[in-house]
């Protein structure tokens, strides 16, 4: 119900509370023209560069893993035999090292049985795990497949080694359904129980051993996932196919055939029910698991994939190639929505989940990026928010930069909305239309454009100025105001879905070249549009008329900073950049072109003496101002 009342006040355009056929089909039109990128109701943040590592002195190639369960990253350095358990904020911090006091360790795999599992006893045997909580790193060699225990307790110990009649080349443990899978460099799969039991007296439960071989592939296998709600098993290899197995019949049930070049690497998504492969070829192949026809293609890299990954919990996709570029795409369109190079020598990344944190390994360095809103990322980054507004329909602040506006939940302080390209030049003016629904923004070339507060859908432009927008300002209905650096103020009607109506223009001229605006502000009770400029003069129009109601202005006074209208109140407070703010009285209560109240807005205590002088000053025009 909630998602239907956005929707309504959303797609009611005028505010009237009612929803009329012009309104409705005025926003499907938008939502049609404006692309599929725009359409999206939350759209994907950006990562930006945080935190490096020198992990290394020594070249040595780096593999992550991000352990899910234990919120911990792995990290295993060449074939040392050494591996390394990292915290996924303080990552340079080594939690643990682990020794196994073993060379020649090509793969490893960790195994965490205490996870929730979600099998279907009907339909596929249960694989026994006997102790929960119990944890294991699987690691292989040439030759052997190796078990240790005590990983997290920091008191390893050999479990179990198997010997191997051919290398493995992958490992994979499926911790939702508690399955572990090994390919192998000939193209089997191996389908494992692995042993769990402590129990001295049962010799059987102390060893691992191959419930299934799952053959088909003529090449390596690279990379292996398992879709549990399906009971089916992908696995890729450099054959250049993914192929779909039935784990229940254990058979083949697809074979999908879209690359030109190897597979290395296998994602899937339970949310978007769609598989991805990246390949060799430069590119990444969406497939459905429910037919054996190509869905997609992702292009854009160029050169050799590294690898993909969904990002747990969003529609992102991340994909690397072996030139350091990275890719971020929104699964729920296809689109990329942003590119950026890191290491030129990258070895493998990963993902971290809720974390939002996506780390990539090099031979000697582990880099960092962040996405915005994240608990790691620094808030604000590089551009900096020049304009914050407070919405109280909503519970929200946008703040806005040169170049996008982001959306804060005010409760929590929590990173919402990322709206980047929106217009051409530089934002420099924004305002909130009445109901907290709308955004109206001004650029550096006098453009005004109107967008939709929840998804930043551009809605209308505006009628525009030649010159930067100073101002803006959005009355109770909707009418509003804008001043531009072209030396004119315009009131237009927004309520008009296609084009704005100008309701009155007002030109005012400029007295020198040098003369600039350096302050506005809008009464729209009183009904009056204020202009400071660098000469120090205030002037004042009526909003309805047009005419020129007040001119103020103040000897050695050229930086008037801003102005404030006193509430429903005939005074207008103007501040300069040496602290002093000064009170002036609007017409037909005073005449005069000079203040008539000065507050020295310093960080000192004043004397008693200065009080009782500054009192004084202010009694002769009839105000009294409270320190």
């Given at each position: 119900?909630?998602?239907?009342i956005?929707?309504?006040d959303?797609?009611?355009?005028?505010?009237?509370?009612?929803?009329?056929f012009k309104?409705?089909l005025?926003?499907?039109?938008?939502?049609?023209?404006s692309g599929?990128?725009?359409?999206?109701?939350n759209?994907?943040?950006?990562?930006v560069?945080?935190?490096?590592f020198?992990s290394?002195?020594?070249?040595?190639?780096?593999?992550l893993?991000?352990?899910?369960s234990?919120?911990?990253?792995l990290?295993?350095?060449g074939q040392?035999g050494i591996i390394k358990?990292?915290?996924?904020?303080?990552?340079?911090?080594?939690?643990?090292?682990?020794n196994?006091k073993?060379s020649?360790?090509l793969l490893c795999e960790?195994?965490?049985?205490?996870?929730?599992?979600?099998?279907?006893?009907?339909?596929?045997?249960?694989?026994?795990?006997?102790?929960?909580g119990?944890?294991?790193l699987v690691?292989?060699?040439a030759?052997h497949?190796t078990l240790?225990?005590g990983?997290?307790?920091?008191r390893?110990?050999?479990?179990?080694?198997?010997?191997?009649?051919?290398p493995y080349t992958?490992?994979k443990?499926?911790?939702?359904a508690?399955c572990?899978f090994t390919?192998?460099?000939?193209?089997a799969v191996?389908?494992?129980?692995?042993?769990a039991?402590?129990?001295?007296?049962?010799?059987?439960q102390?060893s691992?051993?191959v419930?299934?071989?799952?053959?088909g592939?003529?090449?390596?296998?690279?990379?292996?996932?398992m879709?549990?709600?399906?009971?089916l098993l992908?696995t890729?290899?450099l054959d250049?196919?993914?192929?779909l197995?039935?784990?229940?019949?254990?058979?083949?049930k697809?074979?999908?055939?879209?690359?030109?070049a190897?597979v290395?690497?296998l994602a899937y998504?339970?949310e978007?029910?769609?598989?991805?492969?990246a390949?060799?070829?430069?590119?990444?192949?969406?497939w459905?698991?429910?037919?054996d026809?190509?869905?997609f293609?992702?292009?854009?890299?160029?050169?050799p994939?590294?690898?993909?990954e969904?990002?747990t919990g969003?529609?992102q996709?991340v994909t690397?190639d072996t030139?350091?570029?990275?890719?971020?795409?929104?699964?729920r369109?296809?689109?990329?929505?942003?590119?950026?190079m890191?290491l030129s020598?990258l070895?493998?990344?990963?993902?971290t989940?809720?974390?939002?944190?996506?780390?990539?390994?090099?031979?000697t360095?582990?880099?960092?990026?962040?996405?915005e809103?994240?608990?790691?990322?620094?808030?604000?980054?590089?551009?900096?928010?020049?304009v914050?507004?407070?919405?109280e329909?909503?519970l929200?602040?946008?703040?806005?930069g040169t170049d996008?506006?982001?959306?804060?939940?005010?409760?929590?302080?929590?990173l919402?909305?990322?709206?980047?390209?929106?217009?051409?030049?530089?934002?420099t003016s924004?305002?909130?239309?009445?109901r907290?629904?709308?955004?109206?923004?001004?650029?550096?070339g006098?453009?005004?454009?109107?967008?939709n507060y929840?998804?930043?859908?551009h809605?209308?432009s505006m009628?525009?100025?030649?010159g930067?927008?100073?101002?803006?300002?959005y009355?109770?209905?909707?009418?509003?105001?804008?001043?531009?650096?072209?030396?004119?103020?315009?009131?237009q009607?927004?309520?008009?879905?296609?084009?704005?109506h100008?309701?009155?223009?007002?030109s005012?001229?400029r007295?020198?070249?040098r003369?600039e605006?350096?302050a506005?502000?809008?009464?729209?009770?009183l009904?009056?549009?204020?202009?400071a400029?660098?000469?120090?003069?205030v002037?004042?129009?009526n909003m309805?008329?047009?005419?020129?109601?007040?001119i103020f202005?103040?000897?050695?006074?050229?930086?008037?900073v801003t102005l404030?209208?006193?509430g429903?109140?005939p005074l207008l407070?103007?501040?300069?950049?040496?602290?002093?703010?000064r009170i002036?009285?609007?017409?037909?209560?005073?005449?005069s072109?000079?203040s008539v109240?000065?507050?020295?807005n310093?960080s000192?205590?004043?004397?008693?003496?200065e009080?009782?002088?500054?009192?004084?000053?202010?009694?002769k025009?009839?105000?009294?101002?409270?320190m």
């Amino acid at each position: 119900m909630a998602s239907l009342i956005e929707l309504f006040d959303q797609m009611d355009l005028d505010g009237g509370g009612t929803l009329d056929f012009k309104e409705f089909l005025a926003t499907i039109v938008h939502i049609g023209l404006s692309g599929a990128d725009q359409l999206v109701l939350n759209p994907i943040k950006q990562y930006v560069e945080g935190p490096t590592f020198k992990s290394q002195k020594n070249p040595t190639e780096q593999t992550l893993k991000y352990i899910g369960s234990r919120g911990k990253i792995l990290l295993k350095e060449g074939q040392s035999g050494i591996i390394k358990i990292l915290d996924i904020q303080h990552f340079s911090k080594v939690r643990k090292t682990v020794n196994l006091k073993r060379s020649g360790v090509l793969l490893c795999e960790y195994i965490d049985f205490s996870e929730p599992t979600e099998r279907n006893a009907n339909d596929r045997k249960k694989i026994q795990v006997g102790n929960e909580g119990l944890d294991l790193l699987v690691t292989s060699t040439a030759q052997h497949l190796t078990l240790w225990t005590g990983i997290n307790s920091g008191r390893t110990q050999l479990k179990e080694e198997i010997l191997t009649r051919d290398p493995y080349t992958c490992l994979k443990w499926i911790s939702s359904a508690q399955c572990f899978f090994t390919g192998t460099i000939k193209g089997a799969v191996h389908w494992w129980k692995i042993a769990a039991g402590e129990d001295k007296a049962d010799e059987k439960q102390k060893s691992s051993k191959v419930l299934y071989t799952f053959e088909g592939h003529n090449d390596v296998v690279t990379a292996i996932e398992m879709i549990p709600s399906m009971d089916l098993l992908l696995t890729a290899s450099l054959d250049t196919t993914v192929r779909l197995w039935d784990l229940v019949k254990r058979r083949e049930k697809f074979k999908f055939a879209g690359h030109r070049a190897g597979v290395v690497d296998l994602a899937y998504s339970d949310e978007f029910r769609f598989l991805l492969s990246a390949g060799i070829d430069h590119q990444v192949c969406v497939w459905s698991p429910f037919a054996d026809r190509l869905v997609f293609k992702l292009k854009g890299h160029g050169a050799p994939l590294v690898g993909v990954e969904f990002v747990t919990g969003t529609p992102q996709i991340v994909t690397a190639d072996t030139e350091g570029w990275i890719k971020i795409w929104d699964a729920r369109n296809f689109t990329c929505m942003q590119t950026f190079m890191t290491l030129s020598d990258l070895q493998s990344f990963c993902t971290t989940g809720q974390h939002r944190r996506l780390l990539i390994a090099s031979d000697t360095h582990i880099d960092a990026y962040d996405q915005e809103g994240g608990k790691f990322c620094k808030l604000g980054g590089e551009d900096k928010e020049t304009v914050s507004i407070y919405n109280e329909k909503i519970l929200s602040f946008l703040t806005a930069g040169t170049d996008q506006i982001k959306i804060w939940n005010a409760l929590t302080g929590e990173l919402k909305k990322v709206f980047r390209g929106l217009v051409r030049n530089d934002i420099t003016s924004v305002c909130l239309d009445a109901r907290g629904r709308k955004f109206i923004v001004g650029t550096l070339g006098g453009d005004i454009e109107v967008f939709n507060y929840q998804n930043g859908q551009h809605m209308k432009s505006m009628h525009r100025h030649q010159g930067e927008i100073v101002h803006l300002s959005y009355g109770k209905h909707t009418h509003m105001v804008s001043i531009g650096s072209d030396f004119k103020i315009r009131v237009q009607d927004e309520g008009p879905i296609e084009r704005s109506h100008v309701l009155l223009t007002i030109s005012f001229p400029r007295e020198s070249k040098r003369t600039e605006i350096t302050a506005c502000e809008v009464s729209w009770t009183l009904r009056l549009i204020a202009v400071a400029f660098s000469t120090g003069e205030v002037k004042i129009w009526n909003m309805d008329s047009g005419k020129l109601d007040h001119i103020f202005e103040e000897k050695d006074i050229t930086d008037r900073v801003t102005l404030r209208f006193l509430g429903n109140y005939p005074l207008l407070a103007a501040a300069d950049g040496a602290g002093l703010v000064r009170i002036y009285i609007l017409r037909p209560w005073c005449t005069s072109r000079e203040s008539v109240a000065m507050i020295k807005n310093t960080s000192h205590k004043l004397t008693e003496a200065e009080k009782l002088h500054e009192e004084q000053e202010n009694m002769k025009y009839g105000v009294v101002i409270s320190m």
